[in-house]
Structures are given as C-alpha cells and as structure tokens.
C-alpha cells in the first residue's frame, strides 16, 4: 500500500468539497497519473444510460454547467439533475470515463446531520449511484458514506452539494483527496 493511499484510508476515508486536508498529509496540487483498474471505458458520450460517463460531474452537466468542459453544448436537462450523484470507483486516482467495477453490495449512505442514515443509494455496475429527487430531501448539510463488504468509508466533514463528482476528481478539488473510493 503506498504512503499517500495508507494517509487517505487511515485518516480521511471520504472529503468533499469544502473539506479540509490537514497540512503535511502528503497531499499536493500536482497532477497524478490516473488508471483504470477495470480497463473499461464509457465510449456512449452522452447516451442516456445509468451507466453513463463514470467520473463526471453528473449534476452539474444535466444542470446545463461546463464544469471542467464536460458538457461544452450546455445541454440541460434539470428533471434528471438529482440532488445526489456522484461515482464510486476501486482506488482513489482512477480516469474519467473508467467503469468502476465495484462489488454488487456496494451503496453509498446519506447521513443527516445527527449522523442517521437518510438514503441508501446502490451503486451501478459503472459505480455510479443517485438520488430519485432533484431536491436534498433532507436539512443540509450532510455527510456521506460508502459500505461494500463489510466495511465502510466515512465523509470526514459535512456538506452542502451533492454533486460529488464535482470535488472529488482524479486529483480532488475543494479538499478532497482524489475520487469516492471504496473502503479499503
């Protein structure tokens, strides 16, 4: 296990954007190398599908954004902007694009801000999961976490968008140290 993924697992399990990442955790600007575990791509572009664009800022782009130029055409579509989505992938540096292959138990929980569990949302055969509402459904601000075989990833701080793809990017933005990755 490398330094920098032993700091993630034992220290920080889940960030998010607006989190912070104390200083000295082996944690830089500098972009890394991103793999894909699976060796699968998403090659549909935008075909409407649960399985599309593993990685991406998911609400933002049906918001009509262009966050990082996913979404250059500023196509919307705000009834299927659910409040939260985002992807689960096997490690913490994997490529847009890259199914992620994770374990058929797999879900990512929604805690409120008693830390009870709100939502169980199941994670797809790309790793992605999803809200049903375009609304939080909750009192923000949240945390979140992932649970696959027993064991569980925990958001280090509460939240307030739940577009997770939005901060947590192959390098991680606003804090965050990479991708939503399962528990390890």
Request: charged share 15%.
């Amino acid at each position: 296990m490398t330094l920098s993924r032993l700091v993630v697992s034992a220290s920080l399990g889940l960030v998010a954007c607006g989190g912070s990442i104390p200083v000295g955790q082996g944690f830089s600007s500098t972009p890394v190398t991103a793999t894909c575990a699976s060796g699968q791509q998403w090659t549909g572009g935008n075909s409407e599908s649960e399985l599309m664009n593993p990685g991406l800022a998911c609400r933002s782009c049906h918001l009509g954004d262009n966050f990082q130029n996913q979404n250059p055409t500023r196509e919307a579509e705000p009834s299927k902007a659910f409040f939260f989505m985002g992807t689960v992938f096997p490690s913490v540096r994997e490529a847009d694009l890259c199914a992620a292959a994770v374990p058929t138990d797999t879900v990512v929980e929604i805690l409120d801000a008693q830390d009870v569990v709100q939502f169980s949302l199941p994670v797809n055969a790309a790793g992605n999961f999803r809200s049903r509402t375009t609304a939080a459904g909750l009192t923000l601000p949240y945390k979140a976490r992932v649970k696959s075989g027993g064991t569980v990833n925990v958001m280090a701080s509460a939240q307030m968008d739940g577009d997770c793809n939005a901060c947590h990017t192959v390098n991680g933005l606003n804090g965050a140290p990479g991708r939503v990755f399962l528990p390890q």
